[in-house]
């Protein structure tokens, strides 16, 4: 086995994490994401406006500790996506694809209920449910984003993806995705 | 973006787990090692001997869901190791390090207490803390070792690696680890 100098190697670290909570107290990397950020994502863009209007309120966190980007290194974040709904469509991430798109990524759900929607560049689409201790495996070539069911509690998710993946958010969000998550007459329902 | 052929492409699944108890209940893979398949491993020889003639307890399971061993792909299992000393010594994983020796592992420890050894082949050391909610990052070229330090409850951990990374039992099997974790006068010590 070779093994690069000794001076060069990456040093073991920890990172603690509120599992409940959905932190990462000592995050270096806290990415936000309010109403106002989700323009062109939710049905109903009137409700949208107003929830922006009354208060623009946070929908969800991400918290990394970056490592370098490159193969062989595991990026992994905490993701908390706040309950609510814009009009009848449950709050949800923006969903995307990796830059590196032969790659998956696997979310372990720590708290709350929701869907993990997913779809391919060639029209496939797929939805997993999300509960506490479900993990979700996103398999290569699946753009993905989650969608947070509960009434009142978080969904929280703890998530791996290599380092030299990459986000890419812009081939999703011309795209879309097929199917949408609502409240219609008491019961979630996937359109 | 190229995508393959649609009939190729990997469908999503997800994976129930046990989040409290350390279990998958549905995994296609089990792993179990008893004291017996410890031989070699623990500094006291005779406490693992009469270990062994008294009912050779578990020591550890494994519990995986495997995916393609290939690059792009995640391998993820839930590690949960006993409580439980050999003479002075607390329980421990044989430790490895991986094939494709370049890739790194993460560790989300979900319940219990102990320790992450590491060590590299040429001859650095590091250990990390394990707790509830503590994401211990062993990096590209670390053999790693978990050890239970808790009087009574398993060390339950989250683990997530390379589908193409392998495990590499021999070479750390040979070299050893420099340091142990014993329990001298009432106190953990790291010798």
Not at 130 to 139: A, L, S
Not at 144 to 150: A, F, K, L, M
Not at 158 to 167: I, S
Request: contains cysteine.
């Amino acid at each position: 086995m070779t093994c690069p100098d000794p001076a060069d190697l990456m040093q073991p670290f920890s990172v603690d994490i509120d599992l409940q909570q959905g932190l990462m107290p000592n995050a270096a990397s806290h990415l936000t994401r309010h109403a106002s950020d989700m323009r062109g994502h939710y049905a109903d863009t009137d409700a949208l406006a107003r929830l922006i209007d009354s208060g623009d309120p946070l929908h969800y966190e991400v918290f990394e500790v970056p490592v370098p980007a490159q193969a062989g290194q595991w990026m992994y974040c905490i993701s908390t996506l706040q309950p609510g709904r814009v009009g009848d469509e449950f709050f949800m991430t923006k969903g995307h694809y990796h830059t590196l798109a032969e790659t998956a990524e696997i979310y372990l759900c720590l708290r709350g209920e929701g869907y993990m929607l997913m779809k391919t560049a060639g029209g496939q689409c797929a939805w997993q449910a999300m509960t506490r201790g479900k993990m979700v495996y996103v398999p290569p070539y699946w753009a993905h984003r989650s969608v947070n069911t509960h009434e009142g509690e978080p969904l929280v998710s703890f998530c791996v993806y290599p380092g030299d993946a990459g986000h890419n958010y812009g081939n999703i969000e011309r795209e879309g995705f097929p199917r949408r998550v609502f409240l219609r007459g008491g019961e979630i329902v996937i359109e």
